[in-house]
């Protein structure tokens, strides 16, 4: 039964979403229409879980519809492989090979109220990876602020040189390492490439420019974003000119807490922004940093770590 498959979502279903009736659709006095399963369109959405939403029907027909009544499509579609997901993600923390701080702990950006962010890389067993269900990219805990990433997934992002990503294998806070987890760790120069001056460059003018715009129409800043905008910078420019990732932030601790705690103006930030970014140039012409990351170690990584899961090895 459908009921016994799905939970109503606290979400609310978007205009043009295709759902499944859970009910049968009746018309006018109370003739059958519809039997349980029919597929509609949303064509309003309520603003809230007290309201109803109106679906339309193949026939042309609408009716106005409380939201327990209604599966969406997708969801109906992979119930199956999304309820055997669920109950797979807590087995699946056992197969974490590397776990590490990040966040203003790691930043010593830290106070007495501050959060631990956790993040790092799970290896799932062979027969879940081979699976019709197959495993999901991240396991997360918002409650704790954990986060782990499927191998491949972090393997593939950390080629991108994603920020986020970097700083795992650069923290000073490492929790947990296997074996393979140090062999990852070994492999983080292998990451590094020019392809950081784009990265990191380009989301901090995107972000600046969102930052700019909100001021100017609500005049207020959000300052923590802008002092790690700032501190994004000011790690790229040492990746281009050392060859590592800086996480700590060291000597910019004051001026960065200072930011992030709304004593500097948002145009004496703005001038050091353009300041940074006309030295993240320079770095650019200058580095030592390949042109692209090596993507044949780390393929032949993400080859031996599945090796190692389809051997029937833990993850130790």
């Known amino acids: 039964m ?8 606290a979400a609310i279903i978007p205009i043009g979403t295709q759902v499944v009736s859970r009910v049968p659709i009746k018309g006018g006095h109370g003739r059958a229409l519809h039997p349980i399963g029919v597929v509609g369109v949303v064509v309003t959405s309520p603003v809230d879980h007290e309201h109803r939403y109106r679906v339309r029907f193949p026939d042309g027909f609408e009716a106005f519809m409380p939201r327990h009544e209604l599966v969406i499509l997708r969801d109906f579609q992979l119930g199956g492989m999304q309820h055997t997901g669920t109950a797979l993600e807590h087995d699946l923390r056992r197969h974490v090979i590397f776990q590490c ?32 269900y197959g495993v999901p990219e991240q396991l997360e805990d918002p409650e704790n602020q954990d986060c782990y990433w499927e191998i491949k997934k972090f393997l593939v992002m950390a080629l991108k040189a994603n920020p986020n990503i970097l700083e795992c294998l650069y923290s000073p806070l490492v929790e947990q390492a296997t074996p393979l987890g140090r062999e990852l760790v070994a492999l983080r120069e292998a990451f590094l ?33 802008v002092m790690h905008l700032i501190r994004l910078l000011l790690a790229g420019i040492t990746t281009l000119n050392e060859g590592r990732v800086p996480v700590r932030v060291e000597r ?7 930011i992030r705690d709304g004593q500097r103006k948002w145009d004496d930030v703005d001038q050091w922004r353009k300041a940074l970014h006309e030295e993240f140039n320079a770095a650019a012409e200058k580095t030592a940093l390949p042109e692209r990351p090596d993507y044949e170690r780390a393929n032949a990584f993400l080859i031996k770590a599945r090796r190692h899961a389809a051997g029937g090895a833990d993850a130790s």
């Open 2 to 9: 459908l009921e016994s498959i799905f939970t109503a979502s």
């Open 101 to 132: 701080v990040i966040g203003s702990r790691a930043y010593g950006l830290d106070h007495a109220n501050s959060d631990t962010d956790r993040r790092g890389v799970y290896l799932p067993p062979a027969d879940m990876q081979w699976s019709l």
């Open 193 to 225: 490439s020019r392809l950081v001056y784009q990265t990191y460059n380009g989301y901090v003018l995107s972000q600046f420019k969102k930052l700019g715009q909100d001021m100017r129409n609500t005049g207020a800043v959000k300052w923590k974003h």
């Open 252 to 258: 910019h601790r004051d001026e960065l807490m200072a």
